[in-house]
């Protein structure tokens, strides 16, 4: 079991940057591939972004490539969503998710764990 618990949302302007961290606990945090998905309202859940075990590998979906950053701490069991040039489109609540297959995937249905998400809010 891991358990995955996001913080670092908010309300922030159009423009603004925001940092998202997840942190794991319970099995070994470096043996799983993480990603962030997000849901907004009325919306189904959406692939964001995801990151190797060892952080070498990253895939963005189009829409925030060059403006988002996934990274990890595997010393501190930490994945981190670098979020700069927000637009009110990106207004949604996100989810950290783990993934024992080190295979990519966009699906949500192919992660294994999941957090309670946290609310980003990006005004006009």
């Known amino acids: 079991q891991v358990q995955l618990v996001e913080s670092g949302g908010g309300l922030v302007q159009a423009g603004g940057s925001l940092r998202l961290s997840c942190a794991a606990s319970g099995r070994t945090f470096s043996n799983y591939r993480m990603a962030w998905f997000r849901q907004a309202p009325g919306k189904e859940r959406e692939f964001v972004a995801t990151?190797?075990?060892?952080?070498?590998?990253?895939y963005y979906t189009d829409s925030v490539k060059g403006r988002f950053t996934i990274s990890r701490d595997n010393a501190e069991n930490t994945v981190y969503l670098q979020m700069n040039s927000l637009k009110p489109e990106d207004t949604a609540v996100y989810y950290c998710?783990?993934?024992?297959?080190?295979?990519?995937?966009?699906?949500?249905?192919?992660?294994?764990?999941w957090g309670q998400g946290t609310q980003v809010t990006v005004s006009s």
């Open positions: 990151i190797s075990w060892s952080g070498g590998s990253t």
């Open positions: 998710a783990a993934k024992i297959r080190p295979s990519i995937a966009t699906g949500s249905s192919s992660y294994d764990y």
